[in-house]
């Protein structure tokens, strides 16, 4: 045992509109977090339709609209239906499926002027649209994300990260020692695959919608602009905070 355990669990449904805190979840070999970026806002220039994965340029986000970092969601799996609430608008409660023009009109005064505009829910046919050409699943390290705090001298929300899955009891950057390694997580085998990259969008507070913070230039502290591990699940199980964490 690594001496980690899961700390939180989160999912984004709809791809840089909104957080959602889980309980449990069910891991399936090859695919992302059930419910994680399920759907995506298209920019006005984007042709996805959601048959393949395509890069995160395809669609709005909160490195080009810090204030959509604000949002949480909340959804209904049975019915999929999602509520959305940002501190700046009345929530919003729809479809993504039947009601796609409600979310693009919701969340139009979150756009910058100088970014190109939503158009359109695109539904992922196949995996969740993550930013990678993969199925990942994001694990983040508490430890990494404290001394990232430290070098700033500033209180930073996790979910400036937008990860899944949170561990605590590691040194920080531990996690990157995981690549090309098999991992299980409570129920589940996961094999680290790659570091994630980092930009713009984690200098944005998430209670705010506001860019408060410099994170790129804190990670460059270490000589990279890095933070968490993306990993792809190959035995499906089930996590739950309070998980532990063994390298295999």
Do not use: Y
Not at 34 to 55: I, L
Not at 78 to 93: F, I, K, N, W, Y
């Amino acid at each position: 045992m690594t001496g980690a355990r899961v700390t939180e669990l989160w999912r984004h449904p709809i791809k840089g509109h909104g957080r959602e805190r889980i309980e449990a979840v069910t891991l399936t070999a090859g695919q992302t977090m059930p419910w994680d970026r399920v759907w995506a806002v298209a920019n006005e220039r984007s042709k996805a339709d959601g048959s393949k994965w395509v890069p995160c340029g395809h669609f709005s986000r909160t490195s080009k609209a810090p204030a959509l970092m604000a949002i949480t969601a909340e959804l209904d799996e049975a019915t999929e239906r999602l509520t959305l609430r940002h501190p700046d608008l009345p929530d919003l409660a729809f479809s993504p499926d039947a009601e796609p023009e409600a979310l693009v009109e919701w969340s139009r005064g979150l756009i910058p002027e100088d970014a190109l505009a939503s158009s359109r829910i695109v539904r992922a046919q196949a995996v969740g649209f993550t930013d990678s050409d993969f199925p990942s699943v994001t694990l983040c390290n508490m430890a990494s994300h404290r001394a990232v705090e430290q070098h700033l001298g500033q209180p930073l929300s996790i979910h400036r990260w937008r990860g899944n899955i949170w561990l605590d009891g590691l040194a920080p950057w531990q996690e990157w020692e995981w690549l090309d390694r098999e991992i299980r997580i409570g129920g589940a085998v996961l094999r680290g695959r790659e570091r994630t990259d980092r930009c713009i969008a984690t200098t944005a507070n998430p209670d705010t919608g506001r860019r408060d913070a410099d994170t790129l230039g804190a990670l460059e502290h270490w000589g990279h602009q890095d933070f968490s591990l993306r990993a792809e699940v190959i035995e499906a199980g089930d996590i739950r905070p309070g998980d532990g964490v063994e390298l295999l």
